[in-house]
């Protein structure tokens, strides 16, 4: 009986142990192992944290370019098939067609050291080492202008990086610029005299089709 | 309709029915009236006299071979790959707020993950206490919640920027879907781990073949975000991220990171590939927003719509979904004269925040021409825009969160068409 009643009172105790604010009291998960963590630890910001050691020139990066890559994105970045363009642009962001590269758009260069670490490339993600990154990122920079070709990226390099485009992200200000969204009364009749149709959809007529027509307006 | 005879209808086909005398008051009907006997009646049908499959036949069931038209469908112009690539949810043939599973709209950056669930790991470390390592049964251990929230890509409509550019709605507008998500409060794994003071942004990642990043304030990562293992009741499929995602309600689709593997806390945003070179909104002046992660109130008119043309005169349903990532809608108005004048429609069905909600309007047709388009109105007071007010803030460059309102055409003989007014 008495033991039945120390059971009840231990399973009393596991209750409250699970209801408790502070950190980790559902004890659920385990510590995680710092070989564990460096394995998935990948990512890379703007100031540099997590770029591991390791270092690459823009020469050692072009191999690498012309061997893994430019079946994709062209031997000059200028994209092959509709495989994204990674280099030029510069000039066209105010324009009708902007080719958003990464000397043209993109802030940080952190992000490409990042983004071909984590999936490039494309069908072999996370098969490069460090070094390739390093050295593939710097060819990138070179063929956006933004280093010269004896460059070397390392980490210790990385802070002189800047990309041309940076200062012209602003922080989205959707409530501001905005404001005549928000609308107290939207007019619900007599709204305007005269209605024009001034653009067709069957003009551009690009409608993935069925085989026997039957989505496409005639 | 016998499965041959929906296959083998054309939509031209129809619509030259249609234009016969159909539409007046449906040949069908018109013969029934007259007194010939409908050999849907009169005749015996296999269905009625032989037995059908037993109940082992179908062990997780499946829609009628008559719904075989029912699918996602992709724009093969659109990517150069389909590993990396969009399908868009055939909103036309839904009703209700709940998407079925297997309609939801798809994104992939490296294809659908095949995780087996026994070897999946959620890892959380950076500015936390003790980084930690979950498996599946871990997390189904916790305190859990069910939430219906939408879901949008950023991208949604981005092919109509310039101007009308698809018809149908499923192309329009497909890139969403709405499901009761189950899962865990992202606070509660937080909590777990112990945030550390100097916590203010979360990165997400994926552990598929893209290894996605987003960063997420650390505000909405402990307000509203869940960690996901099942939606709609079932487990995730595989191409919505099983068996693990995170979902950030009211925010672009992008941020709902599939096959979720890790969650770094840091200081900073990673400005991440997704969120510097894509999803970032390019104005006229050559400046970009950022981190624009709300999706504001749109909706859409799905029924009629170009997929889905009138096919009767007399009594209809105009039926249509409206959503807001700010709140929940308020109201949802339609005009069939092109915004001359508009009628609120009905809402039915479950109004929730950040959630799709479904529309309709009970209507009279005979054969008149008409410029079809709902505006919705949400809980904060924002009004869906005109597309050319979103034009005059944004320019045509922003590819990005285009809610402008939608316009079809619905000619005299029931055929509808995406167009754009003044």
Redesign the interface.
């Known amino acids: 009986m008495s033991r039945f009643r120390s059971a009840a009172v231990a399973a009393t105790l596991v209750l409250l142990a699970g209801t408790g604010a502070e950190a980790g009291k559902l004890g659920l998960g385990r510590e995680a192992l710092p070989e564990e963590v460096a394995a998935w630890d990948i990512d890379v910001r703007p100031d540099g944290q997590g770029l591991p050691p390791g270092r690459g020139s823009v020469r050692q990066g072009e191999a690498i370019f012309l061997e893994k890559c430019a079946i994709c994105h062209g031997e000059f970045g200028e994209g092959a098939g509709r495989w994204p363009v990674l280099a030029g642009g510069q000039g066209t962001l105010k324009g009708a067609s902007p080719e958003k590269t990464i000397g043209s758009f993109w802030p940080f260069a952190s992000t490409v050291f990042d983004y071909i670490r984590r999936a490039m490339p494309f069908g072999q993600a996370q098969s490069l080492t460090d070094d390739e990154v390093y050295a593939l990122t710097a060819f990138l920079l070179s063929m956006n202008d933004v280093v010269k070709d004896d460059f070397v990226l390392s980490r210790e390099t990385f802070r002189s990086v800047k990309l041309p485009n940076e200062g012209a992200f602003y922080m989205d200000d959707r409530e501001t610029t905005e404001r005549s969204f928000w609308k107290a009364d939207p007019c619900m009749t007599n709204c305007k005299q005269t209605v024009e149709i001034v653009g067709r959809a069957r003009v551009i007529d690009v409608t993935p089709d069925d085989k026997d027509k039957s989505l496409k307006v005639e | 309709m016998s499965e041959g005879a929906t296959k083998?209808?054309?939509?031209?086909g129809l619509l030259a029915g249609l234009g016969a005398g159909a539409v007046a008051a449906g040949a069908a009907g018109a013969a029934r009236a007259g007194g010939t006997p409908d050999p849907a009646i009169v005749e015996k049908q296999d269905w009625q006299q032989f037995l059908g499959d037993g109940v082992a036949s179908r062990p997780y069931g499946k829609p009628s071979r008559y719904e075989a038209h029912v699918v996602k469908?992709?724009?093969?112009?659109l990517?150069?790959g389909r590993?990396?690539s969009v399908n868009f949810t055939p909103l036309h043939e839904l009703d209700g707020i709940i998407t079925p599973n297997g309609l939801c709209f798809e994104r992939h950056?490296?294809g659908i993950a095949e995780i087996d669930p026994a070897k999946h790991r959620l890892?959380?470390?950076g500015l936390v206490?003790?980084?930690?390592?979950?498996?599946m049964d871990?997390?189904r251990?916790?305190p859990r919640t069910n939430r219906i929230h939408f879901l949008e890509c950023a991208a949604n409509s981005g092919m109509e920027w310039r101007?009308?550019?698809?018809?149908?709605c499923q192309?329009t507008h497909g890139m969403i879907h709405n499901v009761m998500y189950t899962g865990v409060p992202l606070k509660?794994l937080l909590?777990?781990?112990?945030?550390r003071p100097a916590a203010r942004w979360i990165?997400v990642?994926g552990g598929d073949?893209?290894?996605m990043?987003r960063s997420i304030p650390i505000e909405k990562a402990l307000d509203d975000c869940l960690i996901a293992f099942k939606m709609n009741g079932e487990a995730l499929r595989p191409e919505q991220g099983y068996p693990l995602r995170i979902v950030v309600p009211g925010w672009e689709g992008n941020m709902w990171v599939k096959w979720l593997?890790?969650i770094?806390v840091?200081d900073?945003?990673?400005?991440?590939?997704e969120e510097?070179?894509k999803y970032?909104d390019?104005l006229?002046?050559?400046?970009?927003?950022?981190?624009?992660?709300?999706m504001?109130a749109k909706s859409v008119v799905t029924n009629p719509s170009?997929?889905a043309p009138l096919r009767f005169r007399g009594p209809n349903v105009l039926t249509g979904i409206a959503w807001s990532g700010r709140g929940a809608i308020k109201r949802v108005?339609v005009t069939l004269?092109?915004?001359?004048?508009?009628?609120p429609a009905r809402l039915d069905g479950p109004v929730l925040p950040r959630s799709v909600a479904r529309f309709y309007v009970d209507f009279d047709w005979q054969g008149e021409e008409m410029?079809v388009q709902s505006?919705a109105?949400d809980d904060?007071?924002?009004?869906?825009?005109t597309k050319a007010?979103l034009r005059a803030?944004r320019g045509v460059?922003s590819i990005y969160h285009n809610n402008g309102i939608q316009t079809w055409?619905v000619r005299g003989n029931g055929?509808t068409?995406?167009?754009?007014?003044?």
């Open positions: 083998g209808m054309s939509r031209r469908r992709d724009v093969e112009w990517t150069a590993e990396s950056h490296a890892m959380i470390n206490e003790k980084p930690l390592v979950f498996t871990d997390i251990r916790m101007g009308a550019q698809l018809n149908g192309f509660v909590d777990e781990a112990g945030l990165m990642e073949a893209s290894a990043n593997r890790r770094e840091g900073q945003p990673w400005h991440a590939r510097t070179s970032t390019l006229a002046d050559g400046r970009s927003r950022r981190f624009t992660w709300i504001d170009p997929q108005d004269d092109g915004g001359r004048n508009w009628r410029l505006r109105v904060t007071g924002y009004v869906q825009p007010e803030v460059n055409l055929e068409e995406n167009v754009e007014i003044s």
